[in-house]
């Protein structure tokens, strides 16, 4: 599956901006999509992960109540909303997929647990 990032930019602290993340090549629905994102010199970290149906979503501790992700299966799209943003949100934001059936909320928190990863796509927070 492909997997392409948009919706980044530059806001100021506060400020709010909409993820996309379009997939195609595969059945869009067959997967778990997940968000990350990397800031220079620093690590990939977990942001926020979705089940095929919806039902199931994850967040790490340092976006909950802020973030909210969620997925159009029939526009292949999932969303990343992310409100009252900080300096620390600042990063490049990746979208990825995996594929089989759900496993455990801790195993979709680990970038191994995905089988196909998107260009990112750059959030800039202004203090």
């Known amino acids: 599956v492909q997997l392409q990032a948009s919706g980044g930019g530059l806001v100021q602290a506060g400020g709010s901006l909409r993820l996309s993340c379009a997939a195609s090549?595969?059945?869009?629905?067959?997967?778990?999509m997940g968000w990350f994102r990397q800031a220079p010199g620093k690590e990939r970290d977990f942001v926020a992960a979705i089940t095929q149906s919806g039902s199931i979503t994850v967040y790490a501790d340092s976006v909950k109540g802020r973030f909210t992700i969620s997925r159009d299966n029939a526009k292949d799209t999932v969303y990343l909303q992310t409100n009252s943003l900080k300096p620390e949100d600042a990063a490049v934001y990746s979208c990825a997929a995996a594929s089989g059936s759900y496993y455990s909320r801790s195993y979709y928190q680990k970038p191994s647990a995905y089988n196909y990863w998107g260009q990112g796509t750059e959030v800039t927070v202004s203090s």
């Open positions: 090549g595969r059945t869009f629905s067959s997967f778990t």
